[in-house]
């Protein structure tokens, strides 16, 4: 849930919110929110946001999953090892 909360939503909600601010500071405008310019700056904040998440931490494909463990008294966090061919 909160993944979806942080990386669907909350990117979709931000230009309503800062336009929301920026119309509370200034009052200037007839139409307070312009549904249709807010909508689609929110679906391609999302989008920009989804796709730069989903891309910028790709581990390759021939590499396996190494859990953290604890050994000599210190904490080595997991990573991706390559995976070596053992016939």
Do not use: C
Not at 19 to 46: E, H
């Amino acid at each position: 849930m909160f993944r979806i909360l942080y990386s669907v939503l909350l990117p979709f909600l931000t230009p309503f919110f800062v336009y929301w601010i920026f119309w509370r500071i200034v009052k200037k405008t007839q139409n307070p929110f312009p549904i249709r310019m807010l909508t689609i700056s929110g679906l391609l904040f999302a989008l920009i946001f989804l796709f730069f998440f989903s891309v910028s931490d790709k581990a390759p494909a021939d590499s396996i999953y190494v859990p953290p463990k604890f050994e000599n008294g210190k904490i080595i966090p997991a990573h991706m090892d390559k995976r070596t061919n053992e016939n």
